[in-house]
């Protein structure tokens, strides 16, 4: 019955966001329920991991201002080449955007060297940072559950862990070297085979468990200046 209760409250938040740009979405999050709707939002949509230290609700207004950020930054996102761009909730429950890149596309099998074809779209996306600069950033790297030759199940698991961490680091190291500021990426992290996002029993979902998600979310410095009502 508790299940049935959180899935019918899961199922009511989506209906009620769904159609909504990030504004409404801000506004609707943003308020003193915002903790328990974000965490709740978060969990099925988002990162609860990702999201500035703020130590408390953020208001409706100061949601809604963020919200129009994000949505801002999300269709400047949405130009880079192999980018797959989402809305989602952080951990204080506002809107963030997540980019993903599929690792086919940013490295070849094992590798953690980024290819060619990632740069230009590395390229693309540290101008989007830039262009955003008042948004913190977290990069996470990814893999599937495949195993590693001449390896136990958890001695593969583990390699997996570090791969995704170099393949994550990878990405990080190339946008600084484009001039992404180093204070604005807040985290990398490698999860190895966690979260994964599609069936690993299939080659199709292993595809979509390789890969670096990067998370654009509202710094503490943007949340102060949103409630204080001077974000532009």
């Keep these: ?23 409404q979405k801000g506004a609707a999050i943003g308020t ?35 919200g129009k950020k994000m949505d801002k930054a999300k269709a400047e996102a949405e130009a880079v080449k192999n980018a797959q761009v989402e809305s989602v909730t952080d951990a204080n429950g506002l809107q963030a955007v ?10 070849s099998t094992g590798s953690s060297t980024l290819a060619p074809e990632a740069k230009t779209s590395l390229q693309q996306f540290s101008q989007v940072l830039k262009n955003n600069s008042g948004c913190d950033v977290a990069i996470q790297g990814y893999t599937d559950n495949a195993g590693w030759k001449n390896s136990t199940a958890a001695q593969s698991v583990e390699k997996n862990k570090a791969l995704s961490l170099d393949r994550a680091t990878s990405v990080s ?29 299939t080659a199709a979902g292993k595809a979509q468990n390789r890969r670096v998600e990067v998370y654009m979310y ?4 943007m949340i102060k200046a949103a409630e204080n009502g001077t974000l532009q």
């Design 218 to 221: 509202a710094s503490q410095e």
């Design 173 to 201: 190291s190339y946008l600084l070297g484009l001039g992404v500021p180093s204070s604005q990426i807040k985290s990398v992290d490698g999860l190895g085979e966690a979260n994964p996002v599609a069936d690993n029993s």
């Design 32 to 66: 003193g329920a915002g903790a328990l709707v974000g965490a709740i939002v978060g969990k099925l949509a988002g990162n609860t991991a990702v999201g500035a230290a703020v130590g408390g609700a953020v208001g409706a207004g100061a949601g809604a201002v963020i």
């Design 1 to 23: 019955m508790k299940k049935i209760k959180v899935f019918s409250l899961a199922l009511c938040l989506t209906m009620v966001v769904a159609g909504c740009n990030n504004t």
């Design 98 to 107: 997540k980019v993903t890149f599929d690792s086919g596309i940013l490295f």
